[in-house]
């Protein structure tokens, strides 16, 4: 079964316009896949969308066969906490450590002191900041704080990770190691959606690219066996 | 790091839709969960000292009026009551007033309206107890040899009823003064009388400017909680994005309404001990005039405790009135 579907899914916005246009899709389990288009294309719309931030005007985004549009108030935050979420401004809590950022996840999943130190060194060690764990977010390179959110977003584990613009901060070198992160989670099983806009990064890492324009899915490549390095 | 994730979890084909409850049980999820809000308020209010001071000054001050009613009211309460003992009149008759007319007197007396009982005192008894109440009884005793005769008058001390009003007091002190015999009637404690009045104003006066004052002190803890919220508005984002409950993005909020109602409760007690230190003295020099040797009463631990508990309720309702204004603070970043 796919994990991730949209079934003809529209948004239109209150001004009239449409972020998203009958917009069909599947992803399968596991895999890793690119969202491309220009500005304004509808990319961070579906990644709201499969977040449960937007709802369709029409159509159904699922997740697992459910219906996101349809989880409760309840039911949302325990949906979110098994969606790791990767942000172009990484939204990290600039009064918090590096640890203690990427510790919020655990902390609100009620983990004991010892799991949460675990986890954290974990990830920070994937991201290669194990070093940087007691420093706060304004004394990091742009590039480590977009691992700092990185880290946070997959030290629980997640089994969807969404990423909206991970490079676009980031020079080439930064921005394909944030890809080979990517590829490690996918290769462990977790199904990663990434927005971006840079197409030659994209190109180069061999998965299926889903093209948005102006709210439609236009074009939809399969992956290819070769992947950069 | 992910290396471990399906040996540890084993959870592959699970659906991202069920619900992964916390382990180790709800409530010990529950406690942790208020352990780090609290500890969450503290920091919170510890890195602004000077704002949460103003905060606590502010809300102390607007719960120390109605407190300060409530003592001035429960003592004049207690004035009231030590007076309704002995409430009444007292009627002296003539001294050339014939024990029949003496005698009529108090049947009369005994059949008014609104009376209770009538204590009568006789000239020997009257001038007796002049005699005991006297430090100098001696040289009384002399004057009286003196004189040769008991001036003392008889006298009825006439107690009245709970629901007697200074009025019919007034009405039947005028009604006696009129009859034979009688030389002078005295209403006892008047000044008492219009405390009662006062005290039924201070409570009118002092509810409505209560009710007042309480809500400043709730829209204060609502001001400064809101605030609060603002200045977190980018941490709460992130908070809805990772999977935090509302209630768990609620809860920090509480805490600092919590804090604020309780921090001003403590203000409220330290600026009514020092109000209370300042009118002690030449309060009790009033009273002592009016030989009502009264100590201020009120301030006690209950009290202390209600102040406390009104501050924190306040406190909480001003912060989930922030938080039912603000709602909407579940939208993860865009």
């Known amino acids: ?229 | 790091m992910a290396g471990d994730t399906k040996a540890e979890d084993g959870r592959d084909g699970e659906s991202p839709l069920a619900v992964e409850r916390p382990k180790g049980g709800r409530l010990q999820a529950w406690f942790a969960d208020h352990g780090r809000a609290a500890s969450d308020a503290s920091l919170f209010v510890s890195q602004r000292l000077i704002s949460s001071f103003l905060v606590w000054l502010m809300v102390g001050v607007a719960l120390t009026l109605p407190g300060l009613l409530w003592i001035a009211q429960s003592n004049v309460q207690a004035i009231n009551q030590q007076w309704q003992g002995s409430a009444g009149l007292t009627v002296y008759m003539k001294l050339a007033a014939s024990q029949q007319l003496i005698d009529d007197m108090e049947i009369r007396l005994n059949r008014e309206t609104g009376v209770e009982r009538v204590i009568r005192t006789t000239p020997d008894q009257a001038l007796q107890e002049l005699l005991e109440q006297s430090d100098e009884s001696a040289f009384l005793r002399d004057a009286m040899a003196a004189v040769g005769s008991n001036p003392l008058p008889a006298s009825f001390a006439v107690v009245l009823n709970d629901s007697s009003s200074y009025l019919q007091l007034d009405a039947l002190s005028r009604k006696l003064s009129a009859q034979t015999g009688v030389d002078d009637v005295v209403i006892e404690m008047t000044w008492l009388e219009r405390l009662r009045d006062l005290s039924e104003l201070f409570n009118r006066l002092g509810s409505g400017l209560s009710i007042m004052l309480l809500i400043a002190a709730v829209l204060v803890a609502f001001a400064s909680v809101r605030l609060a919220i603002e200045s977190r508005l980018g941490e709460l984002r992130v908070l809805a994005l990772i999977g935090a409950t509302p209630a768990q993005m609620r809860r920090p909020f509480l805490y600092f309404g919590s804090a604020y109602g309780i921090g001003g409760g403590v203000m409220a007690i330290m600026l009514i001990a020092v109000f209370l230190n300042q009118i002690e003295a030449p309060l009790q020099s009033l009273l002592v005039s009016y030989r009502a040797g009264i100590e201020i009463a009120g301030f006690t631990p209950g009290f202390l405790l209600a102040i406390l508990l009104v501050g924190w309720f306040l406190g909480v309702a001003g912060a989930m009135l922030a938080l039912f204004q603000r709602g909407g603070t579940d939208k993860p970043p865009s």
């Open chain 1, 1 to 229: 079964m796919a994990r991730l579907q949209l079934q003809h899914v529209t948004r239109r916005f209150d001004n009239g316009q449409e972020g998203l246009s009958d917009v069909s899709l599947s992803i399968e389990s596991g895999s890793m896949v690119f969202l491309t288009g220009h500005s304004g294309a509808g990319k961070s719309t579906l990644l709201k969308m499969l977040i449960g931030a937007e709802t369709p005007t029409t159509g159904r985004v699922l997740v697992d066969g459910s219906d996101v549009s349809q989880l409760g108030p309840k039911q949302m935050p325990w949906y979110r906490r098994q969606v790791g979420i990767v942000l172009q401004d990484h939204n990290l809590l600039e009064n918090r450590t590096v640890y203690d950022n990427v510790a919020l996840p655990l902390r609100i999943t009620h983990l004991s002191a010892k799991d949460i130190a675990r986890r954290v060194r974990g990830a920070l060690s994937t991201v290669d900041l194990s070093d940087k764990g007691g420093l706060f977010p304004k004394h990091l390179s742009t590039g480590e704080q977009q691992r700092v959110g990185i880290a946070r977003a997959v030290v629980n584990r997640p089994r969807i990770i969404l990423a909206d613009e991970p490079t676009g901060n980031l020079d080439p070198y930064l921005s394909r190691q944030v890809m080979s992160l990517f590829h490690q989670f996918c290769d462990l099983g977790s199904t990663v959606l990434v927005a971006s806009h840079d197409i030659d990064l994209i190109k180069d890492q061999g998965c299926r690219i889903l093209h948005l324009s102006q709210g439609a899915l236009v074009q939809d490549t399969a992956a290819s066996s070769e992947v950069a390095t």
